[in-house]
């Protein structure tokens, strides 16, 4: 798999692991009073054991989180540097965008002498077609 797709890959599984992240701090929170004006929410009823394993559950995603991002941040590091900078980026950009026009040109007339021929061979088959029900005898 090439570096680009690696970097698709990794950017997915850290988008997938801040979506799971965040959708389990939001379930597994704690309510909490909002205002005075509202009543104290209800005590939750978890036992010790969950209660600890709720309090170590976001350092594991954090983690986790961290993890792959550091991962990318290793792809990233090795992506091949540009040689000549920016005016050579242009250049080379400008070269490939010629190479293109010339190729669309050619393709361009490939189609028109496709579209030629369809002409052609739709006018012989209708032509065939018109002889073979001449060549019918009458009842």
């Known amino acids: ?3 680009i797709s690696q970097l698709q890959e990794q950017v997915n599984t850290i988008a997938a692991i801040a979506f799971n992240t965040f959708g389990t701090l939001q379930r597994d929170a704690p309510p909490v009073r ?5 009543p104290e929410p209800p005590a939750n009823a978890t036992a010790t054991d969950d209660a600890t394993a709720l309090a170590e559950q976001p350092k594991e995603l954090a983690a986790t989180l961290v993890k792959a991002a550091k991962q990318f941040d290793a792809l990233v590091a ?3 540097l540009s ?3 920016e005016e050579a980026q242009l250049k080379r ?3 490939l965008q010629a190479e293109n026009d010339v190729i669309g040109q050619e393709l361009q007339k490939q189609l028109e002498a496709a579209e ?3 002409k052609q061979v739709q006018g012989l088959f209708g032509q ?3 002889n073979c ?3 019918k005898k009458p009842n």
Request: proline share 8%; hydrophobic share 45%.
């Open 133 to 135: 029900l001449n060549l």
């Open 78 to 80: 090795a992506l091949p």
């Open 34 to 38: 909002l205002s005075p004006n509202y």
């Open 116 to 118: 030629k021929e369809l």
């Open 93 to 95: 950009i400008a070269e």
């Open 83 to 85: 040689e000549g900078g």
């Open 1 to 3: 798999m090439d570096i």
């Open 128 to 130: 065939a077609a018109d």
